[in-house]
């Protein structure tokens, strides 16, 4: 299975962006999927993650209320709607996937980047002031 991320760009603060993450060689039904997100300096944080029927999402504190992933498995892709954007969501952006639904019910296991078997390529997010 590859992954495939893109939709990033600049923005301006309380912009918006639709991130896509594009699947191939596989399918991604039956995995958990997230994205995570990487500012220049800083570790691989966890950004959101959806379950396989696209019914359940988990949010990092800092995505609550702004952000809201979604997916179309018949399709393949996992959305990522950026809203009400801020200069500290600058970063490159990683769609993943392959971790075990019960894992997703664990703060620790979803939030986690060994929890995912495949990654992608990031995309590039930069939120200007």
């Known amino acids: 299975v590859q992954l495939q991320a893109s939709g990033g760009g600049l923005v301006q603060a309380g912009g918006s962006l639709r991130l896509s993450c594009a699947v191939s060689?596989?399918?991604?039904?039956?995995?958990?999927m997230a994205w995570f997100r990487q500012a220049l300096g800083k570790e691989r944080e966890f950004v959101g993650a959806?379950?396989?029927?696209?019914?359940?999402?988990f949010y990092a504190d800092s995505a609550k209320g702004r952000f809201t992933i979604s997916r179309d498995n018949a399709k393949n892709p996992m959305y990522l709607q950026m809203n009400n954007l801020k200069p500290e969501d600058t970063a490159v952006y990683y769609c993943?996937?392959?971790?075990?639904?019960?894992?997703?019910?664990?703060?620790?296991?979803?939030?986690?980047?060994?929890?995912?078997?495949?990654w992608g390529q990031g995309t590039q997010v930069t939120v200007s002031s």
């Open positions: 993943a996937a392959g971790a075990s639904q019960s894992t997703l019910l664990s703060l620790r296991g979803r939030s986690s980047p060994t929890s995912y078997y495949y």
């Open positions: 959806i379950s396989w029927s696209g019914r359940t999402t």
């Open positions: 060689g596989g399918t991604s039904s039956g995995f958990v």
